[in-house]
């Protein structure tokens, strides 16, 4: 009979501490999936890191026609470039697209900052360059793109600063607080060390028989 209650303890203390430790290895195991998923690059930055290609991209292919409209190819690289003047010349507006490409992907693909000062400071150098090149310069009098690429460019730089701000750093950090508390944590750390087992025969037993003798036994003998 004691062994019985012995084994059946042993048998509920065994499976407890079986579930806890298969919890808690659960709960490591899931912890450090979560750690690796956070040293990679996230999908929300990655498709910033795509639109900024995209900006450079596009900035570049509205340059090459305009060169294309306006003469050979050559010839217009010569007077834009070799010849660069401020006041009749896209070249700038496409150094602006290189320089916000350089500088958000440095910081976001290859520093992954988790701040906005960077895009900050490329959409303020952008918007003040345009503005003031728009205003002293005389591409107004070029034909569309003297319209097109000024604008695109300011554009550009205002959905990037709007994705940075609105989409890839909230859920960044949305991300980050739900990978360090897991909500199944703090229950898999309360689960009880005892855990409740099946009823076992074993548990309910009745009592040997008495051998005494009862008063009526002894009477009747007499």
Known sequence: MDSRCSSSTDSRVTGGYGARSSTSLQGHMDSYKEEKKTNCISDVRRTFCLFVTFDLLFVTLLWIIELNVNGGLPEQLNREVAHYDYHASFFDIFLLAVFRFAVLILAYAVCRLRHWWAVAIT?????????????????LSQGAFGYLLPIISFVLAWIETWLLDFKVLPQEADDQNRYRCPPDATAAERAPLFAPGPMSDGQFYSPPESVADTDEDLEDKR
Do not use: E, G
């Open 123 to 139: 959409t303020a150098v952008s918007c003040a360059f345009l503005i003031v090149k728009v205003v002293f310069s005389k591409l």
